[in-house]
Each structure stands twice: as C-alpha cells, then as structure tokens.
C-alpha cells in the first residue's frame, strides 16, 4: 500500500504540472508601452504555447526546468524568439517589447484550433500585411487561385470563388472574422463573396475539413476573412490605409480607404470602398456579362478595459454584375444586383477561474439578391423581368470558454455556436421555396502534450439541426420539414522531431446538411443558366477522412508535403442528365447522391537562394471518384498544376516572374467536357518610395502572352474560351 500511495502521488503530480513552473511575463508595444492582446506565445522545444491577455499578460503553467526558445508572434509586428533558461527564480520574464512592423511578408503561425497553440495538425497558411495587399484583386476567388491546394469556381470575375483539394460551393465554408457572413455565395456559382478582397486585414485558409468548429458546410476547408472592423489593437490619435487599384483586362478600377482613431482604452474606425469593372476581354474578344459595380462601407468601434476588450461594428454594401448567359444575344443579359447589411460584435474577457477566457462573436443582418433578365427591344425600350428574388435574415454566433491546463490536458476549449436564417424566395421563376433554417452545436477541442516534442489533439461537436420549408408562388402548398442530430469528431497529431521539422496528422469525421436548393429546386436557376431538379430525400453527406503534412524548414528553405484522402457517403453530385428543357432552353441538372472519393496533396517549396534572390515552387493533384451506382470521375475536379516563381526583392524594389503549368482533364463525369492543357506567364513588380514601405506601388502582367485557354472549372459553356486573356493592373497603397 506504502509504494502504491507513493507511485499515485508521483504520478498525480505529473499530470497536475506540480513539478514544473509557470512562465509568464507581460508584452507591450515598444514605442507606445501599451499592453498588446492576443500575442502568440510559443515554448518552441516543449511545443506549447498560449496568447497574452487583455493586459498584455501570459501564462504557460507547469513548464518542467530547462533552456527553451520562446518565440513570439502578433499581426503587424516582427517576430522575435529569446532563449530563457527556466527555473523557480526566473520564471517571470517581466516586461517584453515588440517592434511594429508593416512588412510582415513570411507567413505568421496559424492554427485551425481555438486554443493558439501554434501546433498544427492538417495544412494550413495566412497572408497578412504587405504580401496580402501584393496579391489583392478584383475578388476572392481571383485572388486566391494556384495557392496549395486552392483552385477558382470561375463564372466571370465577380462571382469567383475559392475551390479547396476539389471541394466546391457549401463544402467550402467563407468566413468574415470567424462567422457566416449571411451571403448566398456557396449555393450556386453565380453568386458573389459579399466581401471587398481589400477590406481584408488577414486571410486564413485550412485545407480539409474543419466541421468541428464550423459545423456543417466546412466538410472541405475555411477561408475565414477578418476585416478589422472592431479593432483589436490601435495606436493613440489617427491611422489608416488608402489602396487604388486598376486593371486593363476589364477596365477595372478600386479604391479603398480606412481610418482608426484610437484613443488610450477605446477606438473609432470606418472603411469605404468602390470597384467597377466593364467586360472582361479574352483572346477571342470581350466577354459580354462580366461587368460589375460594387459600394462598400463599415463603421466600428472597440473598448478595452480591466480584464475585457471588445467591440460592435456595422457593414452595408450594394452591388451590381452581370452573368455571361446570354452571350449570342446581344439584346439579352442578365443582371444580379444585391444589397448587404450586416452588424457584428466580439467581447473577450478574463474569468480568473478554471475559465480564463470567455470569448463571445456575433454577426447578422439581411441580405437581399434579385436576378434580373433585360431584353432590349427593336424600338430602343428595356424590358426587365425579376425572375428570382431572395431575401434572407441570418445570424451566427459564437460562445467559447478558454480553460486552463489540467491533468494531461493543456489550454482547451469549450463553446457553443447558435445560427439561423430566414429566407423568402420570389419572382417570376423561384426554383426553389423558402425555408427557416436552426442549427444548434456543442464544441470541445483538448490538445495533450506527450513530450516536450510530440501532443495530441481530440475534439468533438454535436450539432442539432432543423430546417421547414416557407410557401411562395411557385411553391403554394409545400410542407417539408427536416431535423435532426449530427456529430463531427477528429484526433490528431502534431510531431517536431528537431527545430527543422514539423508533422501533423489528423483524423476525422465531418458532415454537410443537404442545401435548400439540392432538396427541393424544381425550375429554371436563370442566373446559373440550368434547369435544377433537387431530391427532398437526400441524406446529410458524412465524410471520414485523414490529412497528413510534413513540413522541413530552415533559415532560407522551407519545404511542405501534404496529402488527404476523403470517402463520402451520400456525396451529392450536380449531375448533367444530357437533356434539355424546352421551355427556358437550359441544361437539365439533377441532385443526386452517391458514394465518393477524394484523395490528392500538394508539395511546395520556398527557396531564399540568397538576401535578394528567392524560389518557390509548387504542385498540386486532387483525384475525385464515384464510387457507389456507377464507377466514374466526379464533375468539375481540378486538373494537376505545377507552380514556379522567381523573384529579386532589395527592400526598395522588387521583381519578379511565374509561370503556371495546368495539365489536361480528361477524367471528366457523364456530359462533362474534358479540357486541354496550356501554360500561363505572369510578370510582377514594385517599388516601396520609404524605408518602411508605407508607400508603394505594385505592378503585375497576368497571361502575358494573352494565351486563349479553357479553366475546367470555369461555368461559363457557350464560349470555348471564355478566360481572360492579356492583363496589366496597376495598385497604389499609403499606409499612415
């Protein structure tokens, strides 16, 4: 009994961290000496971490003694790491510094965790700063296409938006600071990202399924959006940023402008932006259909005191684009034209218990979209017809409870997210009812450090759900109703080996409820150019799948290679019947469902040959199956692509050149077009007019030799070659 008592005591003190020391220490800006919140925190060697309080404050509990490089992270400011050697008497770093900085060009730790760990367990990366405002364009879509992994749902420029690893439309979650951004861009390809690409301060991408923070709709990945709009950090009196921006490919011009004034514990801030574009040229002529106009604006205002920061913030937008459907028709076209309003709210503050932290987001608000068909007649009048109108209220939020290290678990998370939506659908040819939509979820994600150089991740969600249909003309006397209850779990991985090599692995189960429009469409989608057909029956898709990434890096090479593979069961498919509908002389589209596979991976490479010169290089493969009636490729799957860049930076200017290999795609789904291969070259340049690079200039040539090719994502189906040919933009950024 003696030598029992003894072995639990000593392995109670083990799990509890009594034989280890807390580290802690307080961080501020070094010119201000004002305390910064939510700086990233990271024991290298022991592969733990956390993120400074409200007051600047952080604590790591039960760290065992010894020498470990502490490094730290934060949005806007230079990374820099101190070797501690740890003990009793110096387990209090005291008061820390950091230098602000705007040239923040390598990509800072991120995580698809809620804890800020820095460890990572599935591929992953961000742009901020410089680099983001360098890759800035005409939309998201645009923006983020031949990243790793990402490829471009193409239907003219304003509705592009991001395919990740094959992963189209509500598998795709698009986020703006954390939470649904109440738009209808994931339920068809002709809807548009509710967000200006230069509103963004930070974009964060997770490739694989993130369902068990986000919920249903994350099956293939995030892009999570954050605008900045409640500030999180200011300096005291006034900043801001301007950006301009034009295009010769569709006579695009942007402009954008923001200004924070920040007082000691409070901050005002307000954005605007305008974009227009004309049609998009190609290298067979323009390509009618693909003009926009977009207004923007937001207006925020953040408190921090004693233990608490947060912040409300209001956002309108009104938007015009065309869709290129009736392209042979010169007297035809078809017109969207949305209006946005949206509030949103954070509020982080301390607890002091075994909670430290509580977290609380908020975003809602209406947004209203008519699709409008325009005929001109002989005699010069306009004839304009709403065929579809949707009118949707939404919300989401979000709850989170940080709580402190206990037993063998670290820094973990519980929360609670709630979201609805109201949604009416009118005119004259409303495919589909509305529909009221409550989802409900519970959320945890514990991470246990084995050693000091390997820990394991587990989280669980289970989420209720129930969506009825609403009446509308077309749709009198329907009467659906679904619930249910879904659960999304994984466990992962995270392995550093040395300083140079990072591993992760995750396992998972994730999950998407069926769309409105894939239960219950019966018509012509004018805006999508089909005939839809939904099927009430369909199950929620289940996905079960695992994601590995290794990751080698040194001071000037850094090399990345990940791989996923995904069966589905109940994968619904957007399937061509071959078959035309008379009256509105679209193609027939049906939703079926069927078992799927997905697999793939991507490896990339940044070389930093010398100070000046560097490399990167980069290939990505994804291979979609149906695996369960019929054995054939899945539908608009992304062909492989081989990436390379070269570029000379001197810190005053910088140039450099690309060139993009796209393979064939003829592993095509019944009535699908295969597509040839072409390759794409693209010239870039810029030059920053200060030390500090707050103003500068960016100059870049895409398809410089305005090459005439077919993406085989594009939707685009009565033109060969409807992808942009020569184009030569120009960008202007002040940042004060």
């Known amino acids: 009994m003696k030598h029992f008592c003894s072995l639990f005591i000593a392995l109670m003190m083990a799990l509890t961290g009594l034989n280890g020391q807390d580290l802690e220490g ?12 939510g700086v990233n925190v990271m024991v290298v060697e022991a592969n733990r971490g956390t993120t400074s309080g409200a007051d600047g404050s952080f604590v790591i509990r039960g760290l065992e003694e010894g020498s470990y490089t502490i490094r730290f992270t934060y949005i806007g400011y230079e990374t820099f790491e101190i070797t501690h050697d740890h003990s009793l008497e110096t387990a209090n770093l005291g008061d820390l510094q950091m230098q602000a900085t705007d040239l923040q060009l390598q990509e800072i730790i991120i995580s698809a965790t809620p804890v800020g760990s820095g460890a990572r367990y599935q591929a992953a990366q961000s ?13 998201l879509g645009v923006m983020l296409d031949g990243e790793p992994g990402l490829s471009m749902r193409s239907f003219g420029p304003a509705p592009s938006r991001p395919v990740i690893r094959g992963f189209d439309g509500e598998r795709v979650l698009v986020l703006e600071n954390g939470e649904r951004m109440g738009d209808l ?29 986000y919920g249903s709709s994350a099956i293939g990945g995030v892009v999570n959006m954050m605008t900045g709009d409640i500030p999180s950090y200011w300096n005291p009196g006034l900043e801001g940023r301007l950006s301009f921006q034009g295009a010769t490919g569709n006579k695009m011009f942007g402009g954008f402008g923001k200004l924070t004034h920040g007082w000691d514990n409070s901050a005002i801030t307000g954005r605007f932006s305008y974009r227009t574009a004309g049609e998009m040229r190609t290298p067979d002529g323009r390509l009618p259909g693909t003009e926009m106009e977009n207004f923007e604006g937001a207006l925020g205002f953040a408190l ?30 078809v017109e969207i034209r949305l209006n946005k309003q949206m509030g949103q709210a954070r509020l982080t503050a301390e607890l002091g218990g075994f909670f430290e932290e509580v977290e609380f987001r908020f975003q809602g608000g209406r947004f209203f979209q008519q699709e409008v068909e325009i005929e001109r007649e002989a005699d ?16 989401s939020s979000t709850v989170t409870f940080m709580h402190r290290p206990i037993g063998i678990l ?23 009812p509305g529909d009221d939509n409550l989802q409900f979820a519970l959320f945890t994600f514990q991470e246990i450090p084995l050693t000091t150089r390997l820990r394991i991740q587990a989280g669980l969600r289970g989420e209720t759900y129930s969506q009825s249909t609403r009446t509308n003309e077309f749709f009198p006397d329907i009467d659906e109703s ?36 894939e239960l219950y469409a019966f018509g012509p989608h004018i805006g999508a150019g089909a005939f839809e057909i939904g099927d009430k029956n369909l199950n929620t898709e289940v996905s079960y799948g695992s994601d590995l990434f290794v990751s080698f890096f040194t001071e000037n090479l850094h090399i990345e290679l990940a791989g996923f593979f995904n069966h589905i069961e109940d994968y619904i498919i957007f399937q061509n ?64 692509r081989w990436r390379n860049g070269l570029r000379y930076d001197n810190q005053s200017f910088w140039v450099g050149a690309d060139v993009r290999v796209i393979s064939g795609q003829d592993r095509v789904a019944t009535e699908e077009n295969p597509t040839g291969g072409y390759t794409l070259y693209g010239l870039e340049g810029g030059y920053r007019f200060d030390e500090d690079g707050r103003h500068s200039v960016v100059l870049k040539g895409q398809n410089i030799f305005d090459k005439s090719y077919r993406d085989h994502l594009s939707r685009v189906r009565e033109r060969n070659n409807p992808m942009p040919g020569r184009n030569i933009s120009l960008a202007y950024h002040f940042i004060f």
């Open 26 to 37: 307080v961080i501020y800006d070094q010119h201000r000496n004002d305390p910064l919140v």
């Open 127 to 139: 742009f901020s700063g410089e680099l983001l405002r360098q890759k800035s364009d005409m939309s």
């Open 185 to 213: 861009s994931g339920t068809a390809h002709d809807h548009v990202v509710a967000l200006d690409p230069l509103a963004a301060d930070r974009i964060e991408i997770v490739r694989g399924p993130a369902s068990l923070l």
């Open 304 to 333: 921090q005191g004693d233990g608490y920061r947060g912040g409300i913030a209001l956002m309108g937008m009104d938007m015009v684009y065309g869709i290129p459907e009736e392209i042979d028709d010169p007297d035809e076209s």
């Open 380 to 395: 010069g009048t306009v004839d304009e017809d709403v065929e579809i109108e949707f009118t949707q209220w939404s919300m």
């Open 410 to 432: 670290d820094r973990g998370a519980l929360g609670m997210n709630l979201y609805g939506r109201t949604l009416e659908v009118g005119g004259e040819e409303a495919f589909t």
């Open 482 to 517: 679904r619930s249910g209850f879904n659960f999304s779990a994984s466990t992962g991985l995270n392995f550093r080996p040395n300083d140079n090599i990072e591993a992760g692995f995750q396992l998972a189960r994730a999950y998407r409820n069926p769309s409105l429009e």
């Open 577 to 640: 019947t071959g078959q035309i509908d008379q009256s509105s002389d679209f193609p027939i589209f049906e939703y079926i469902a069927d078992e799927a596979r997905m697999m793939g991976g991507e490896l990339n490479l940044s070389w930093q040959i010398t100070p000046e010169w560097s490399l990167t290089s980069g290939v990505d493969y994804v291979r979609g199956n149906r695996r369960g009636e019929v054995s054939e490729p899945l539908p608009f799957i992304p062909p492989v």
